[in-house]
């Protein structure tokens, strides 16, 4: 259905070209020069659009689960960023340019002039030698690389009068672990469940890029399993997704194979039971959001990848013209956050399970909204008779019906300002009499709109409406009084 | 209905237990010894009744309205406040204790103890002459104060290597004024039109206090109606609220009153149609979210408590155990936000009303969510023989339906878990079958779930289930077919 030479490339520009011309997103204080780069504003179409994002993952992931959603302060303490490793670990090198000054991430920078991997635990050292070896130089003057440092990414922030330390969270699931005991207690559990939060993180990165792939000010929703690591194949709320087929691609292979969740339990790609019914429904909530199966792997991350606490870890990742861009990360992280916390607390983390007393592993989905919503939107844009036709699923678009009087005048405005009142509470509905309705419903279609209601000739006569389908174009009648049902049936999630 | 020796001050204890105990919401980072004062989580319910007060807000003024929503960026950049005058007046006075170096909040601390009111205009030369007059010394100590001084209550957040001045946003609000023009041009609107947004915003306040009432990171929904200043009363929409009774205290009054829009027009107590409507949009809100009438008011502020820059202001407060509280901040801001903003950033603001340059003046409806819930919930609790009922309007409870099996065996069980399945995603459901049907009951009435449903053993026979209604008691069978209808139609936005 792709028309017309659209690079890979340009499928990129396409969307950003769209967000910014029709109100999806936009760089955040653009009047201003001193703008800091990676921040970022929704516009009316965007927020539209990630609520029902939001309001996707809560019913296929939170509700669907049954777990139990916080949401929690950005800003804490201290003492949980020292527990959590952050205030020690949650650096990236960096190296500055000792004649220009200009800042470069080092490991970034290797990669890039080189082409070789950089481990995530690579010393200051060893990137060092990397640099003598392969005359790494300044790419802007040519100078010298010194100051070889490490640059903690969490924004500070001073509280009271004082200005004592706080930190704004570099990830939400922080107040996850430190409000566990209250309300494991509060909301009488049982090991295993979830908590689940969705909310803005924070981290000042040397080189916000990319639009809403790499933001200093971010959405994600996390996702904490507190489990009994006895107990991770104990889980017979794995039974009915056994034959579901995940997208895996585990470590050593480079390419992507369907493996049912039995079959990688059988063969030990996966390590549980557990940990199979999290990545089976963790796929299945992108395949619901529009992406095509094809385009969604499973990555298992190697030793040097993986954060050093995570026993297990899988990256879901989507396919764009950018390449594969990682939207989900799934660790096993053990007893890490809760073991820390206890220690640094002194507030046992304990808890009863049949009569055993067990410190929680964590299993973990942390999933980054803004870059999965480009990936929709990317993954939705077809270009049509040169024109953009967005192919959203229903359920997700920002703008559910466009309520459209064929011609603009009389009786036709006042009957379609009429339905557009009966509609506009209980739907995300748009009223337009301006320009040839053909043009209106091109409007319509690049941004996602699944049906137009058109006011015509025989509204006035027999109180039926023509309803055209955005990805069909085709055209059919409902009657007035069954607008309601109709539209409610058309947007809702299947 | 309230029975029971409730004091009024223990109201206020009432829905701290109970937010506490049953997950509505918590201090944050408790863990820990160095949590600062004024952050709060939301727990499960709290989260649940939040978005719904949310949903509640888009429906009937964002919708209502044809408003437009955004989502800023929380940090915004050095000019964006030196444009809104953050920078230099968003200060508090404080002094400090020569002796035990406890810091004071200048102007509470003379009000309160001397019940002088402090304008908000006052020096510091003004209220170091009331410390010296009236004796005011350290509470603690009874040291001296000195180093009478501003303090701004703006967090200060360093972006990038070189942590360049940015700021975390005091009001949600700045976002829509920059974003303004983008706004105004990709969504094709003339004036009069709003621009909405929900999102935290942070203050660092010298004296954080009173759980959700007075908080260092909180929620707020604002809304900025941009208009033409010579056109406030040429405002058709208007109309059919004429007849709607404010709830008014008008400056130099000390009672509340009932007064039409109309005749509040006609008697010049409200400058315009477009105030008008607005005061009436956001009285009808709280009526809506289970506010009774009498326990609002919009009272108009004289000018020594308003924002110097505000032409007319009304505050929306709500009658508490703890007395008056603002909840939403009605102001005619005129050109100050626009104008500002045009004037650093050299970036025209102005725009084309009927062929009419005009720099559109800005009518705001600054609203806290976080006290909003807290007025909410002290005005729905009751004690009837010494058990909490929450009598929030079904629309706005975090859980809609509790299913329970009469008994804890089987069939119950199953049965009862097949209807929980078939309700919890469409739905916020719970399941539960631990101690007697009687104590469930009281479980789920404290926490303000509407409907019980019972599988019993008619329920066998018939696949009826048995209903029981909160506030009633009153039990009515339901057809197992119909409960999806039931419930939709019963948790209903009326």
Redesign the interface.
């Known amino acids: 259905m792709v028309h017309g030479a659209m690079g890979e490339r340009s499928k990129y520009d396409l969307v950003m070209r769209l967000a910014?011309?029709?109100?999806f997103f936009?760089p955040?204080?653009?009047?201003?020069?001193?703008?800091?780069a990676g921040?970022?504003?929704?516009?009316?179409l965007?927020?539209?659009l990630?609520n029902k994002f939001i309001e996707l993952w809560r019913?296929?992931l939170v509700?669907?689960d049954?777990m139990?959603?916080?949401?929690?302060?950005?800003?804490?303490?201290?003492?949980?960023f020292r527990a959590s490793g952050h205030l020690e670990s949650f650096v990236d090198p960096?190296a500055k340019c000792g004649k220009c000054k200009a800042?470069y991430r080092l490991d970034k920078l290797i990669e890039e002039r080189t082409g070789i991997h950089v481990p995530e635990r690579a010393s200051l050292e060893d990137m060092r030698k990397l640099v003598e070896e392969h005359g790494i130089r300044c790419g802007r003057c040519g100078g010298e690389l010194t100051d070889f440092s490490h640059?903690n990414m969490m924004?500070?922030?001073?509280?009271?009068?004082?200005g004592?330390d706080?930190y704004?969270r570099p990830e939400t699931c922080q107040?996850i672990f430190?409000?566990f005991?209250?309300?494991y207690k509060?909301?009488?559990r049982k090991l295993p469940f979830a908590i689940a939060q969705v909310g803005?993180s924070?981290r000042?990165e040397?080189s916000p890029r990319q639009g809403l792939l790499r933001m200093?000010?971010f959405y994600q929703a996390e996702i904490e399993v507190f489990f009994n690591p006895r107990k991770a194949n104990d889980f017979p709320k794995a039974d009915p997704i056994l034959d579901y087929k995940l997208r895996l691609q585990p470590i050593g292979e480079d390419s992507v194979k369907d493996v049912s969740c039995r079959d990688a339990l059988e063969s030990r790609l996966i390590s549980s039971k557990l940990v199979a019914y999290y990545l089976a429904l963790i796929q299945q909530f992108y395949e619901k959001a529009g992406i095509p199966r094809e385009k969604i792997r499973l990555r298992e991350l190697d030793e040097d990848e993986r954060a050093f606490y995570a026993a297990e870890a899988w990256d879901l990742e989507v396919e764009t013209s950018l390449g594969w861009i990682e939207l989900v990360a799934c660790n096993n992280r053990g007893e890490h956050d809760l073991g820390g916390?206890e220690r640094?607390?002194g507030?046992e983390m304990t808890v009863l399970d049949d009569g055993e007393r067990v410190l929680p592993n964590v299993f973990e989905l942390s999933m980054g909204i803004d870059r999965s919503l480009y990936c929709i939107l990317e993954n939705s844009i077809y270009l049509v008779n040169n024109r953009i036709i967005l192919k959203l699923p229903p359920y997700l678009a920002p703008i559910q019906a466009a309520v459209l009087p064929l011609l603009s005048k009389e009786p036709f405005k006042s009957e379609a300002m009429r339905i557009y009142r009966s509609l506009?509470?209980d739907f995300?509905a748009v009223y337009d009499a301006?320009g040839s309705i053909g043009r209106r419903y091109a409007r319509y279609d690049e941004i996602g709109v699944p049906v137009d209601i058109t006011i015509d000739h025989q509204t006035l006569e027999d109180r039926t409406v023509t309803v055209r389908f955005r990805d069909s174009t085709i055209q059919l009648r409902v009657e007035e009084s069954d607008l309601m049902n109709f539209l409610r049936d058309h947007v809702k999630i299947r």
């Open positions: 910014l011309e029709r109100g936009m955040s204080s653009e009047i201003y020069g001193d703008a800091p921040f970022w504003d929704y516009g009316p965007g927020v539209a990630k019913r296929e509700k669907r049954d139990l959603e916080i949401d929690g302060a950005q800003i804490l303490s201290k003492n949980v960096i800042i640059f924004f500070r922030v001073g509280v009271g009068v004082a004592l706080a704004l107040s430190i409000d005991l209250r309300i509060t909301m009488r803005k924070f000042n040397i200093r000010e916390h640094l607390s507030q506009k509470q995300d301006s």
